[in-house]
């Protein structure tokens, strides 16, 4: 599970060239990025955009360690979603099996490209996304989004932004706990699910604890409904702004033009 605290750290003290970068042409392209891993077919189309992904994650200075690692909850949510997809997809087979009851199930050289086509725009849509919170200020976020969002619906953003770090935090703190007490050594799917659904109930439960601390934090603070922000992102150059015009034409052509 990604660690929400170091992402505050990186967004907040990053000194890269993406860190330094305008928020409002980060936030442009992370729109292109998925217009393109949804609208775009063909698969070397795909394994461009997420080398181009990766190149960005890499401007950011960010560490390539702890992506390989966020990767696994994507990839299993794919994995999980396209099983039944990939075996029913028609084409040259593969591999076959044979169940009973005259059931047989094959695996065709076009489910595995589904797959993979499915692996790379999730993977892609997530590299860049890791990108922009990591390298984006808190501060302006939240000038963005009272820039362009109406009243309340600003504020639920932000606080829900804000808050989904503090349940995933204690998420991971129950499963570390979970894991020190040799919780990760138990056996059997059904008792791991039991296991799992029994922290997530507890975070769900400790979520709402939470949000009525935090809630009465900000009343006694002053908190009037609207969270203001002194610090503006730095406006786009005309060169930024000519780049994500250029890179809207081609990502258009790409898509109507294959």
Not at 208 to 237: H, L, Q, V, W, Y
Request: hydrophobic content about 50%; aromatic content about 14%.
């Amino acid at each position: 599970m990604p660690d929400f605290n170091l992402i505050s750290h990186l967004s907040e003290n990053g000194s890269s060239l993406l860190h330094r970068s305008s928020s409002y042409l980060k936030l442009a392209y992370l729109f292109l990025v998925v217009v393109a891993a949804t609208s775009l077919q063909g698969i070397e189309h795909l394994v461009i955009l997420f080398i181009l992904t990766l190149m960005v994650y890499k401007l950011g200075s960010l560490p390539f360690n702890l992506l390989w690692r966020w990767y696994l909850i994507p990839i299993s949510f794919v994995l999980a979603v396209s099983f039944l997809f990939v075996f029913n997809e028609p084409g040259t087979p593969v591999a076959a099996m044979d169940l009973p009851f005259q059931v047989r199930i094959q695996l065709t050289y076009e489910g595995l490209i589904l797959l993979s086509k499915l692996v790379l725009r999730t993977l892609s849509v997530v590299t860049y996304s890791f990108a922009f919170i990591t390298t984006t200020k808190y501060a302006h976020l939240g000038y963005i989004a009272n820039s362009f969002l109406p009243a309340p619906l600003n504020t639920v953003f932000l606080l829900s932004y804000r808050f989904s770090f503090v349940i995933l935090g204690e998420i991971t703190l129950l499963l570390k706990a979970l894991s020190s007490r040799g919780g990760d050594l138990v056996r059997g799917i059904m008792t791991q699910t039991r296991i799992f659904g029994g922290i997530f109930a507890v975070a769900f439960v400790h979520s709402f604890d939470r949000a009525e601390r935090i809630a009465k934090a900000m009343e006694a603070r002053g908190f009037e409904g609207r969270i203001n922000t002194c610090s503006a992102p730095e406006r786009p150059s005309p060169l930024g702004i000519l780049t994500i015009i250029f890179a809207t034409i081609f990502l258009v052509l790409g898509v109507f033009l294959r």
